[in-house]
């Protein structure tokens, strides 16, 4: 069964430390995975997409076939970074997402 | 063009009463998505459609959930006899087409915040 899984409900950082959100799937195939982010229970927004192998606001994820992972990174992490972050897996035309994992960014 | 929108952006139900929750796709988007987001919770799929058409509802409940998208109009989401466990924010996405080539495969809508007293 498709699946993503997000171990962590919360992450709690001080401001310039890295940041490593984490994120397994399960699924039998070539997978097309996503970051969004949820800032203040406002819409969700793309952050980026494995496919395109972009750094967006200074995150970076990377696809992991053997580890079946796909985590999102930041070297350097800033307040504004404090959202909750989701990860999802585009299977049978819908987007499956994981339980989030909420983004604290302490000064 | 203006996004998925989706109305009302807040509603209060007592217990036992109907919610009609409202989405109107992007121009140009077929296909609509409803997500429930439950407090503390992931995203949760509950029903995919296209136009008069539902694609999966493996998602939804099987009582008092239904959901509609018709050739005119926007999508519906309906909740017969609301109870508490039902308070949550319900998310409703549109899509160009299925499996589209594009960066972003849902837009998202701001969502409806529904709380049953």
């Known amino acids: 069964a498709q699946r993503v899984t997000q171990p962590e409900k919360l992450l709690s950082v001080f401001k310039g430390a890295p940041v490593e959100l984490k994120c397994n799937y399960s699924?039998?195939?070539?997978?097309?995975l996503f970051w969004y982010v949820q800032y203040s229970r406002q819409r969700l927004q793309l952050l980026l997409r494995h496919i395109s192998r972009e750094s967006i606001k200074g995150f970076t994820a990377d696809l992991n076939k053997g580890e079946t992972s796909f985590h999102l990174k930041k070297p350097f992490a800033q307040e504004e970074d404090s959202a909750m972050y989701y990860c999802?897996?585009?299977?049978?035309?819908?987007?499956?997402f994981g339980s989030g994992t909420r983004l604290l960014v302490r000064p | 063009n203006a996004g998925v929108m989706q109305n009302p952006r807040h509603l209060v139900r007592r217990r036992g009463q109907e919610a009609r929750l409202r989405c109107s796709p992007m121009k140009g988007h077929s296909h609509v998505y409803w997500y429930r987001q439950l407090p503390e919770e992931g995203l949760k799929f509950m029903v995919y459609l296209q136009k008069e058409n539902i694609i999966d509802e493996s998602g939804m409940p099987k009582e008092r959930f239904s959901a509609e998208f018709p050739k005119e109009g926007p999508s519906i989401l309906r909740i017969q006899q609301v109870v508490r466990g039902d308070s949550a924010a319900y998310f409703c996405?549109?899509?160009?087409?299925?499996?589209?080539?594009?960066?972003?495969?849902?837009?998202f809508g701001s969502g409806t915040q529904l709380s049953v007293l």
């Open positions: 996405a549109s899509s160009q087409r299925q499996g589209a080539a594009t960066n972003e495969k849902l837009f």
């Open positions: 699924y039998s195939g070539s997978p097309e």
């Open positions: 999802a897996l585009y299977s049978s035309y819908k987007l499956i």
